[in-house]
């Protein structure tokens, strides 16, 4: 009860919420829409997930504010790389919050004279960049973690003075299984990291699909869009876990 009542709070824990439902509504929809005698539970459903889009675009109307704010921080980042890669993509989410809040203009009828297909491409094409950075940057955070789990082991390994170990006798892919370890190792000493890269993977196979870069089913994007807003709800249930910048 305690968690739900700090999501509830928080303008982005209800977004989460809602985006949640959003994409499982519309993951349940593929999963049902193949199957006979579900045409009524399908309807529901779609208009279920039209009445949440709707709802979440008021909810996003600020978030050009905190945009601009978490641009401004990244500028004071220390380390070079995620400083360029979250300035650069905290720009980008700026102009998508503000192709968004165009989109909600002719949405709610305030004016006519706006293209909404071109404003939409805008609108996800700078949402692509924004995410395409934050998993650069994920990506360093990542190499850097595993230059330090492979420094630890080789610092045991010259400690205990035994030669390493290996499970794998075939020299192909005995380099595979030690990079897989290493990559695993790395993200389970660090599960902010692990989470904030599962949420930005899924959430890329969205726009992804919209630009036609990598097509994807209904059920794919559903299912993506509802694992990274889960990822998301859980950073702001516990805000230990959130990706921190240094």
Not at 23 to 50: D, I, N, P, Q, T
Not at 181 to 206: A, E, G, W
Not at 209 to 235: E, H, P, R
């Amino acid at each position: 009860m305690d968690a739900f009542i700090r999501v509830a709070n928080q303008s982005q824990g209800r977004d989460r919420l809602f985006r949640a439902t959003q994409h499982a509504c519309m993951f349940l929809r593929y999963l049902l829409e193949s199957k006979a005698g579900k045409e009524a539970v399908v309807m529901k459903l779609k208009s279920l997930e039209s009445s949440v889009s709707t709802g979440r675009k008021w909810f996003r109307l600020g978030n050009v504010v905190h945009a601009i704010q978490a641009t401004e921080q990244s500028i004071q980042v220390t380390d070079l790389v995620p400083r360029l890669c979250l300035t650069l993509a905290n720009l980008n989410r700026v102009v998508y919050y503000i192709c968004d809040t165009v989109l909600w203009v002719k949405s709610v009828g305030l004016t006519s004279g706006i293209n909404r297909e071109k404003w939409q491409m805008r609108a996800v094409r700078h949402y692509y960049y924004f995410l395409l950075l934050s998993l650069v940057r994920d990506l360093y955070e990542i190499l850097l973690q595993m230059g330090q789990v492979a420094r630890d082991r080789a610092k045991r390994e010259k400690s205990s003075r035994n030669p390493p170990e290996y499970s794998v006798v075939n020299e192909e892919t005995e380099w595979l299984q030690s990079f897989l370890l290493l990559l695993f190792q790395s993200l389970k000493r660090h599960p902010p990291l692990l989470l904030d890269t599962v949420k930005n993977i899924c959430d890329i196979l969205i726009p992804l699909n919209q630009l036609g870069i990598y097509k994807s089913n209904l059920g794919v994007v559903g299912l993506g869009g509802l694992v990274s807003s889960l990822a998301g709800l859980i950073t702001v249930v516990y805000p230990q876990l959130k990706l921190k910048t240094r």
